[in-house]
Each structure stands twice: as structure tokens, then as C-alpha cells.
């Protein structure tokens, strides 16, 4: 395996932090446009493998309200993914990356190893998402810290345990991902939390996790949330993945009232104008006498 680099790069640091801060800033909140390059995601695998298409579909999400593309090119799907080299990461990414930052939307790479975040970062993405939340490559908060970028640390388990208060775990696994990042010199004001909604979960855990999501703003972060066409939207309403567009919207628009300030969606028109006019709505008592 090739070291990971540890230099920060002046150009990614002011970025992401700055472009983050922005976004919380606004009333309305963020949307994140989904970007598989991948042959075997759950809904969209080899959809976007294609260089040419991968950069079309980035710039349509960004044309319909998205404000941040997030792109993996490793499947993280909780059954059924097929684990790849961080070369063939490397390899899936480099004739998209810089096209797809080269859009003006902030990138965020969605890798758990800190080697590809590493050169993501050093090659147009300006934010980290890691699906073990600093907790599974020991190397990941330094790269991070190194570079200054924000990073979005999610729950996640190796497996789901109906017995368990999920509540209380996800609690626990934050507490650790916070002490992880504290001691990597992260700053605080550069950490996004997301309760990984369908990851280590059982169904009804991940919506008693959207329901009970107010349970983690003692932390006093922002939270993310990607419930987009997860498969306990199909627990209630039997559908394929791309037939739930109902259910995720549904699922997100509570996840706002809840608290989220962040929403990771494959369907970024439809989320954008449902967050826009939920907006509206909620805030529209406030004009009358």
C-alpha cells in the first residue's frame, strides 16, 4: 500500500471550510447530489461510470439545486458490495474528479480510506465523508486535519443488532469519533455529523434514528442526513430503489423538521423544491400581523 500524504494543500483547506460555513449559514437547508462512479451501488451502480456522463449528471444536480456533489467510487452498500483497491478508487475517480470541482459546486469524497481521501483532496474535492467516522482506517482523522478539511463523520456498525437502543449508540460511536478528531487537531466547527440511515440498522432503527434525530444536537454540530431511496422506505411501501421517491423525500422533509441541516439525495430536483417550499411554508406565519 503507498503512504498516505500528510502535507496540506493551500488551495483545499480555505475551500471546503469556507464553502461549508456558507451553506449552514442559509436558511433553507443543503442538498448533496449523489455521484456513484461505481458499477454496483444499490440504485444508481453503472449508471455513471462513463467519464463523459459521470460530469453531464454532476452539472444536471447542480443545474436542479445541488449545492455539494458528493462522489464515491466504491460501493458502501450494507449488503451485496463487492470491497475494491484504493487504486482502483484512484482509478474511477481520476477522469472525473477534477472535471466534476471543476463545476464550481464543492466536492466531497465518499471514501473510507484515508489514502484515496488523501489524494481526492490533494486532486479537487474539498470535503471528506467517511462512512466509519474516523473510526475504521487509523489514518484518516490526520489526513483530514492535515489539510484543514471539513469532514463528515457517520454512525455506522459491521452489523445491525435489533437489541440495541440505536439511539444510545449512535451517541456513543459520536462521542468517539469527536475524541478521534479532537486528537487529530480537527477543528470542531469543520465536523458534520450523519446518523448513517440503513447502515448497521435494522428498518425500524433507521426510522425511530430520523425520528429521534434532535437526540444528537447536544452536540452542537450540524447534522446530515441520506435516507434517498433506502431500503426501509421499502419495509413500508414495497418498491424497487428508484421507485422510491416519495418515501425519500418524506423521510427527509421529517429529518429537517428534526433537525438536519444537510440532505444527501439522488433525486436532487424533487428534494430541492420539497426542502425550498417546506421552507416557505413554516416560515410563511411569520410575515402576518
Given amino acids: 500500500m503507498s503512504a498516505v500524504p500528510q502535507t496540506p494543500t493551500t488551495q483545499a483547506e480555505p475551500t471546503g471550510a469556507a464553502a461549508l460555513r456558507a451553506l449552514l449559514a442559509r436558511p433553507v437547508p443543503a442538498v448533496m447530489g449523489i455521484l456513484n462512479v461505481t458499477p454496483d451501488s444499490f440504485s444508481d451502480g453503472g449508471d455513471f461510470l462513463s467519464p463523459e456522463r459521470a460530469r453531464a449528471h454532476a452539472a444536471a444536480m447542480i443545474e436542479q439545486g445541488a449545492d455539494i456533489i458528493d462522489i464515491g467510487a466504491e460501493s458502501t452498500r450494507p449488503y451485496g458490495s463487492t470491497p475494491v483497491s484504493a487504486d482502483e478508487e484512484r482509478r474511477r475517480l481520476a477522469p472525473v474528479l477534477a472535471a466534476v470541482a471543476a463545476l464550481g459546486a464543492p466536492v466531497s469524497i465518499d471514501s473510507m480510506k484515508a489514502e484515496v481521501v488523501a489524494w481526492a483532496l490533494d486532486h479537487g474535492a474539498s470535503i471528506a465523508n467517511d462512512v466509519w467516522g474516523l473510526q475504521r482506517d487509523p489514518q484518516m482523522a490526520r489526513v483530514v486535519a492535515a489539510r484543514g478539511a471539513p469532514v463528515i463523520v457517520m454512525h455506522n456498525r459491521d452489523a445491525a443488532d435489533p437489541a440495541i437502543d440505536i439511539v444510545d449508540d449512535i451517541n456513543a460511536f459520536f462521542a468517539r469519533s469527536l475524541d478521534i478528531a ?22 425500524q432503527q433507521s426510522m425511530i434514528t430520523l425520528a429521534r434525530l434532535d437526540a444528537f444536537a447536544h452536540f452542537g454540530l450540524p447534522v446530515l442526513v441520506g435516507a434517498s431511496r433506502k431500503r426501509f422506505i421499502s419495509t413500508v411501501s414495497p418498491s424497487e430503489p428508484k421507485q422510491r421517491l416519495g418515501g425519500s423525500i418524506a423521510a427527509h422533509l421529517i429529518a429537517v423538521h428534526n433537525g438536519a441541516r444537510i440532505i444527501r439525495a439522488h433525486d436532487v430536483a424533487e428534494t430541492a423544491q420539497a426542502l425550498r417550499v417546506a421552507h416557505a411554508i413554516t416560515t410563511s406565519s411569520k410575515d402576518l400581523p
Avoid: C, H, Q, S
Fill in 182 to 203: 479532537a486528537r487529530a487537531g480537527i477543528a470542531r466547527a469543520n465536523i458534520v455529523l450523519d446518523p448513517g440511515i440503513g447502515f448497521g440498522k435494522t428498518p
